[in-house]
């Protein structure tokens, strides 16, 4: 059976994996379980980075970023390819390290890693045997030794002990474990990660995507893609198509026919729910872009706008920045999509207010 959507169901089913309708919940462990992942991009013009602000937009103004903090602490959550992840997680990761560089057929980049690798065994056995003696490490405290650089096209020049970091994750020998101020700090894996069974890769691959599915309540239909994860759930769920939308979906059937109470929400930019560009231009009509690498002149929205919620529709953007010397929440601009209706403008206000509260600021409007 494949299920027929309209543009509204499709829309709520998004929402509702995501927690951004009511009730709000209330317990942040639950939250991130529930999302799978928040990202650890640092940028935090609004004085607080992405993962408080996507934990904020479903709990409200009673989140409190210490209790992120705690969880990382304990080691409940694990930082993993730039993700926050449940540690129980981890064990559905480390099925498909097994398999580096890759599933077959090998992709060339994937084989020309493996290459290089191999070219600096003697740089990660060292980086090994000193996490062994010392770690947990900073990146800074490893010597750089590799005998073939990266071969950056620039961004990644004189990153060679970065880059191998990042594939010795990959390869299950080094884990993030945790910060020591801005520094992520290494260790073994070993030491890192919970010792708990590692499933068959094809078994954790399966339950990868279906708890990515239940996160995102829909998704565009396409083979899995083992290499580059992204937004693919396979074949788990089932058929959808939805109401002039072109291709196929997948569903998370749990989510079908649920009643639906919206709520006003202003969302991180890298908020799961935005993160598909094409997704979210098909389901919610919404033009967006993150314009903070974009030169001033060219920006239409502003450095880190602000997705804005109502209901099940995305209404506009929030320019604003968070002034903590002045004690003020300085709102440049709130673009309206459209002419937006009083009921609109009082909950995204009621946001507004809801945010700076949780920062600890007034709310100072520039127009």
């Not at 309209?6 to 089913?13: E, F, H, L, Q, V």
């Not at 890693?113 to 800074?140: F, K, M, Y």
């Not at 995204?348 to 100072?364: H, P, Q, T, Y």
């Amino acid at each position: 059976m494949v299920h027929e959507l309209t543009k509204a169901d499709a829309r709520r089913i998004c929402l509702q994996a995501q927690l951004l309708d009511l009730p709000r919940p209330d317990d942040v462990l639950d939250v991130v379980r529930h999302l799978t992942v928040l990202q650890t991009e640092p940028t935090a013009p609004l004085g607080a980075p992405t993962a408080d602000l996507v934990l904020w937009s479903r709990i409200g103004s009673s989140y409190d970023c210490a209790e992120l903090v705690d969880l990382v602490d304990r080691q409940l959550l694990l930082e993993h390819q730039g993700f926050a992840r449940p540690s129980e997680d981890l064990a559905l990761f480390r099925a498909e390290m097994t398999l580096w560089p890759g599933r077959e057929p090998l992709r060339e980049w994937q084989r020309d890693n493996a290459r290089w690798v191999e070219a600096n065994n003697g740089c990660r056995l060292e980086i090994l045997d000193q996490l062994r003696r010392e770690g947990p490490l900073p990146t800074s405290a490893f010597d750089d030794t590799c005998e073939v650089p990266w071969p950056s096209s620039g961004w990644n020049n004189n990153r060679n002990v970065q880059q191998l970091l990042k594939l010795m994750v990959a390869r299950g020998e080094v884990a993030a474990a945790g910060r020591e101020g801005r520094q992520k700090l290494w260790d073994l894996a070993e030491r890192v990660y919970p010792d708990d069974p590692v499933p068959d890769p094809d078994e954790a691959l399966r339950l990868r995507q279906e708890r990515r599915l239940r996160s995102l309540g829909l998704a565009r239909g396409r083979p899995a893609d083992p290499v580059w994860e992204g937004f693919n759930v396979g074949e788990v769920g089932e058929p959808a198509v939805v109401e002039g939308v072109r291709g196929a979906w997948r569903v998370e059937p749990s989510l079908l026919d649920r009643p639906f109470t919206g709520r006003a929400a202003l969302l991180s930019p890298f908020d799961r729910l935005v993160q598909d560009r094409k997704r979210l231009d098909q389901l919610f009509d919404f033009d967006y872009q993150l314009e903070m690498y974009k030169p001033v002149e060219q920006r239409i929205w502003g450095y880190y706008a602000l997705p804005i919620l109502h209901g099940d529709r995305l209404v506009g953007k929030l320019d604003a920045t968070a002034e903590p010397e002045e004690g003020v929440l300085r709102v440049d601009r709130v673009h309206e999509d459209f002419e937006w209706p009083a009921e609109t403008r009082e909950a995204v206000a009621a946001e507004i207010e809801d945010l700076a509260r949780w920062l600890g600021l007034e709310v100072m409007y520039v127009d």
